[in-house]
């Protein structure tokens, strides 16, 4: 599969406040979209994920939005804590080929 | 489910020695992914490999790097004559259809340092 481009490279907010990652892709065969968050010194693991049939998907305060025409979709993070201080990748794949996944996005947040 | 198992967690080799790295995929799994992250980037996709075939090497070096995922037993990233490039931590995933549209789960990575 084709690259993904995942932006910023880094971000820092204040606890409490809200992160958004945003990743862009160009082939059109895509459909299915993970994130995964890699904390320091462990495994990537998956938190949330979206297929190409919906919108949006929400999880407590995760939320994914997937825009298919445009080919973009984004990371939202509401009420950062502490914890959420992570490397997050977003990828994506397709029945036809493995993963592809972004470089990064490091976010601290600040208490 | 012990989940995806790969060892050792830490390997030290010196230049030009040889590194093994192994990988179980979780149980019920038999598509195997190896990704490679150097310090500060991104997961970077090696080689896929399904029981006893190598379906997509396209990440691979062509040199000195090998992969494997025997029948029996657990898949295996080779590299030979290693180099201080080759200084990485080398994550296994597996999934249970090997498609690009499903979740793809993580072992611990294994960190080699080459000195």
């Known amino acids: 599969g084709e690259n993904v481009e995942q932006h910023p490279s880094t971000l820092s907010v204040q606890e409490g406040d809200s992160a958004v990652i945003k990743c862009t892709y160009s082939d059109s065969a895509s459909n299915y979209f993970p994130w995964y968050k890699q904390e320091l010194g462990k495994r990537p693991q998956l938190i949330i994920d979206i297929r190409s049939n919906v919108g949006e998907k929400k999880d407590q305060r995760i939320a994914v939005t997937l825009n298919k025409t445009a080919k973009h979709f984004s990371l939202h993070i509401t009420e950062t804590q502490p914890e959420d201080s992570a490397v997050y990748f977003c990828?994506?794949?397709?029945?036809?080929?493995?993963?592809?996944f972004g470089k990064g996005t490091k976010l601290s947040v600040i208490p | 489910n012990a989940g995806v198992m790969q060892n050792p967690r830490h390997l030290v080799r010196r230049r030009g020695q040889e590194a093994r790295l192994r990988c179980s995929p979780m149980k019920g799994h038999s598509h195997v992914y190896w990704y490679r992250q150097l310090p500060e980037e991104g997961l970077k996709f090696m080689v896929y490999?399904?029981?006893?075939?190598?379906?997509?090497e396209s990440g691979m070096p062509k040199e000195r790097f090998s992969a494997e995922f025997p029948k029996e037993g657990p898949s295996i990233l080779r590299i030979q004559q290693v180099v201080r490039g080759d200084s990485a931590a080398y994550f296994c995933?597996?999934?249970?259809?090997?498609?690009?549209?499903?979740?793809?789960?993580f072992g611990q990575g294994t960190r080699l340092t080459v000195v």
């Open positions: 995933a597996s999934s249970a259809t090997g498609k690009g549209d499903t979740e793809a789960f």
């Open positions: 490999l399904q029981k006893e075939n190598i379906i997509d």
């Open positions: 990828a994506k794949g397709a029945g036809s080929y493995q993963l592809t």
